[in-house]
């Protein structure tokens, strides 16, 4: 079966500081991933897709950075954090022949 | 381009009631339409969707949604919540592949749902 890890859960940093997060996926090839970050009350948007390893399209200009090193695994990266990339993070996958996306539990992302 | 809008950004209702979430799309071309539920400090769970077929698509737990391609909706309803229907919902849309996107979905805002006693 299919599944979809993001580690940590939560992550206080502080201004300034960098930031990784990691996403990995299990048992399937080739996956579409995502990143997407969730504001309260503001939906979720994508920041991140890709669609192989080093294939990295960015849906918004910001601070942050994406990474596929590996098939299955997604990094979302920041030199330097601001207070305005607090949220939550999701990471998602698509299989390539369906539609629908699967998310991870998600990161908790506070920065003060 | 698509975009997906969510009427209610709070519905409250009581346990055993009816409840109608609504969701509205624009597109120009034929979409997939999903509804995701999340539990609070988790991540996103799909609840049911609709790609061909039928155009009432129905969940394990009690949920259905019906596509109407005329009134560009896609509302979710069940007859009878349960206090653990309490969470938020997001209606979806997808475009499928187009020049690239790879299946990127849209998303309404969200509806949080909360079931009284």
């Known amino acids: 079966s299919q599944t979809i890890h993001q580690w940590p859960a939560t992550l206080v940093q502080p201004v300034g500081s960098p930031l990784s997060l990691e996403c990995t996926v299990e048992?399937?090839?080739?996956?579409?991933l995502y990143w997407y970050r969730q504001a309260a009350g503001r939906g979720l948007q994508l920041l991140f897709y890709?669609?192989?390893?080093?294939?990295i399209s960015s849906e918004v200009p910001q601070n942050l950075s994406a990474s596929r090193p590996q098939d299955r695994q997604f990094i979302l990266s920041s030199k330097k954090l601001l207070l305005s990339d607090s949220g939550f993070y999701l990471c998602?996958?698509?299989?390539?022949?369906?539609?629908?996306?699967?998310f991870g539990p998600g990161t908790r992302l506070t920065v003060t | 381009a698509q975009s997906v809008t969510q009427l209610d950004s709070q519905v409250p209702v009581f346990e055993e009631a009816p409840v109608e979430l609504r969701c509205n799309y624009s597109?120009?071309?034929?979409?997939?339409l999903f509804w995701y539920v999340q539990y609070p400090n988790q991540g996103l769970q799909l609840l049911l969707k609709?790609?061909?077929?039928?155009?009432l698509v129905e969940s394990i737990n009690g949920f259905e949604a019906e596509f109407n391609k005329s009134q560009t909706s896609f509302h979710l309803r069940k007859p009878s919540v349960h206090i653990s229907d309490t969470a938020e919902y997001f209606c979806?849309?997808?475009?499928?592949?187009?020049?690239?996107?790879?299946?990127?979905?849209?998303f309404g805002k969200g509806t949080l749902l909360t079931v009284n006693p």
């Open positions: 998602a996958y698509g299989t390539g022949y369906a539609y629908e996306q699967y």
């Open positions: 048992g399937t090839s080739n996956p579409n």
């Open positions: 890709s669609v192989g390893i080093g294939q």
């Open positions: 597109s120009s071309v034929s979409v997939y």
């Open positions: 609709y790609l061909s077929g039928s155009t």
């Open positions: 979806a849309v997808s475009e499928g592949y187009s020049g690239g996107s790879n299946y990127k979905l849209t």
